[in-house]
């Protein structure tokens, strides 16, 4: 306690000292300098001031703040607990830093190892694909494609006829003596009637000219395709009329 006593009261002896010293430099007298100079003088001032510091400082020996040895003590033990605080600090920073590059390397090495399995897999690959003949794969591939064009016929030919059987159970054909609007010649009556298409026909004949001749997909109906059928997809916007003959009907091009 003695010890801390004693360097306050030095402490206040130092600041009463400078408290002198700024007011003595505030009660100097400046001169009066123009607009222009004040800037200059007083960056003059402020290298003169420096230098006599510099000056001050290069001829001044360190002083001992106090000959009292548990003052002294007290000030060491301070420093060396600074000094600690700073080496654990470091410490702390160096081990942080260490499990970081710690987990990058791990991290590293990993990925080396993914990108040497992929090259030990490409070898491999690349190795096989030498080893195999040209003709075999040729013929493998065009074993791929039959397979390929079979399931897409099996796969057709199911979708119609699930189609057909969706067309016959909702659309089925007028029954036998049924007014069927043109169905029957006009010039004799003895005759027997057009025989009528059924829906799954119509469609058929429609998509087959639209595939096989899509500049020119119009198809010429007849007697044998029923009216209101015909009436039904134009209204749907299943079919469409040729703008100049009514009596040709094209397919609306619904995979464009």
């Known amino acids: 306690v003695d010890a801390k006593e004693e360097l306050l ?3 206040e002896s130092v600041w009463k000292q400078m408290e002198e010293c700024q007011n003595k430099l505030m009660f100097l007298g400046t001169d009066t300098l123009l607009q222009s ?4 003088s007083l960056l003059i001032l402020r290298w003169k001031a420096l230098t006599v510091d510099y000056r ?17 003590l007290e000030l060491g033990k301070e420093e060396l607990q600074k000094v600690k605080n700073d080496l654990e600090m470091v410490l702390s920073t160096v081990r942080s830093k260490n499990k970081k590059l710690e987990e990058d390397l791990k991290r590293e090495q990993q990925w080396c190892e993914e990108q040497e399995q992929m090259l ?19 013929e493998r591939r065009c074993d791929e494609l039959k397979n390929k ?4 016929k099996t796969y057709k030919k199911e979708l119609l006829s699930a189609l057909g059987g969706f067309l016959d159970e909702h659309f089925p054909l007028p029954e036998k003596g049924e007014k069927t609007g043109r169905s029957f010649y006009k010039n004799s009556s003895s005759e027997p009637p057009v025989e009528l298409i059924t829906m799954q026909e119509v469609l058929e004949i429609l998509i087959n000219k639209l595939m096989t001749t899509p500049h020119e997909p119009y198809v010429t109906i007849n007697e044998s395709f ?16 040729h703008p100049e003959d009514p009596k040709r009907l094209r397919l609306e091009a619904f995979h464009k």
Do not use: F, H
């Open 9 to 11: 009261e030095e402490c």
């Open 37 to 40: 100079d004040a800037k200059l």
């Open 56 to 72: 001050q400082w290069q001829v001044r020996n360190p002083e001992i703040i106090s000959t009292n040895p548990d003052v002294l």
């Open 120 to 138: 030990d897999t490409l070898n491999k690959t690349e190795e096989e694909t030498k080893t195999q003949d040209e003709p075999p794969s040729t």
């Open 149 to 152: 064009i079979m399931k897409l």
């Open 226 to 241: 029923w009216p209101p059928y015909i009436e039904l997809l134009l209204r749907c916007g299943t079919v469409l009329r």
